[in-house]
């Protein structure tokens, strides 16, 4: 694909990291809106915005390069090139959700209305996002013969060149919208706080646990078994938020009366 959007003399604009800015841009505008009909100011969104993009970053970085230390480890300056690709979701998400409970906190903020109010964004913000990682290479899928696979030529790809491969980042993209599209719908018809985050956190580690399948990249295995890492995460973090469907809601009913 097109991992180096142009360049200026030394200067070089990557694909994957515009399109990464660009989906926090969004979300953030979304979240904006949002956040106006619940009594929330932009400063307030931006506060948090800010704290989510600082912890997203480090958190998902900091889990890639554990799971390729192998290469890191030889390499220790190339784990500051963000740029290039290389952005594990569910170590930004576990940041970032550890990072917010305790600014919620200390702002006596609802840590369950602020993921109603941040879900539809995250969905949407991944989903731009993945495009950038499709530009790159990065996050590739494993060979296969079907009519939609991709080849990669790029020099600077990420991918294995020249080998028809499953289009995972898309997968991903097209899960992103899908899933932004029925928070959205959530979202108007919530019955207590936290409902469209779990959903967000339901239909996300559904759909990711179903597209780790065609990944090839290295995401780290436990091991003795052919579960990902990511893999793992996702299941439990699937399993905690159907749990807390039914546990959530009529916690904050007796709450209310």
Known sequence: MFPDLFSIGPLTVHTYGLFVALGFALGISITIKMGKRRGISPQQVMDMAFVMILFAI???RLLYVFMNFHHFRGHPLDAFKVWQGGLVFSGGFLAVAAAMAWYLRNQHLSF???????????ALGQAVGRIG?????????KPTDLPWATVFTHPHTLAPPNIPLHPTQLYASFAGFAIFAVLIFVNRARKFQGQVFLWYLILHSTARLFIERFRADNRGFIPGTEMSLTQLISALVLLAAIVGLFVLKPLQRQMDE
């Open 58 to 60: 480090l958190g998902s």
């Open 133 to 141: 990682c499709f530009m790159a290479g990065c996050c590739f899928g």
């Open 112 to 122: 369950w209305a602020a993921g109603d109010l941040w879900a539809p964004a995250l």
